[in-house]
């Protein structure tokens, strides 16, 4: 069993940064692949990026590569994203997946998923 908990959501000015947190508990934090999720009112749910396990891999959506950086820490058993140059756009609830299976994860078919936090990005 995983809990993920998210934090770190708020109200940023467009063109600001965040950088969200999710720490799980669990003693086998370290062997999932993990990811973010938001969905923004009235949208569905969308996938954001994903990093594997060992963090060789990264993966993200278009609409954020190169704005957004996910990481992990396996000793605080938390993985981040940290997003910068926020836009209106970006404005969601932010929740973080974790699975096994990597191709789950970055299709949001996961076995756990966090409660989420509110990310509200004004023009």
């Known amino acids: 069993q995983v809990q993920l908990v998210e934090s770190g959501g708020g109200l940023m000015q467009a063109g600001g940064s965040l950088r969200l947190s999710c720490a799980a508990s669990?003693?086998?934090?370290?062997?999932?692949?993990l990811g973010w999720f938001r969905q923004a009112p009235g949208k569905e749910r969308e996938f954001v990026a994903a990093?594997?396990?060992?963090?060789?891999?990264?993966y993200y959506a278009d609409s954020v590569k190169g704005r957004f950086t996910i990481s992990r820490d396996n000793a605080k058993n938390t993985v981040y994203l940290q997003m910068n140059s926020l836009k209106p756009e970006d404005t969601a609830v932010y929740y973080c997946?974790?699975?096994?299976?990597?191709?789950?994860?970055?299709?949001?078919?996961?076995?756990?998923w966090g409660r989420g936090t509110q990310v509200t990005v004004s023009s």
């Open positions: 997946a974790a699975d096994r299976d990597l191709n789950r994860v970055r299709l949001g078919v996961v076995d756990y």
């Open positions: 669990g003693h086998t934090f370290s062997v999932y692949d």
């Open positions: 990093i594997t396990w060992n963090s060789r891999s990264t």
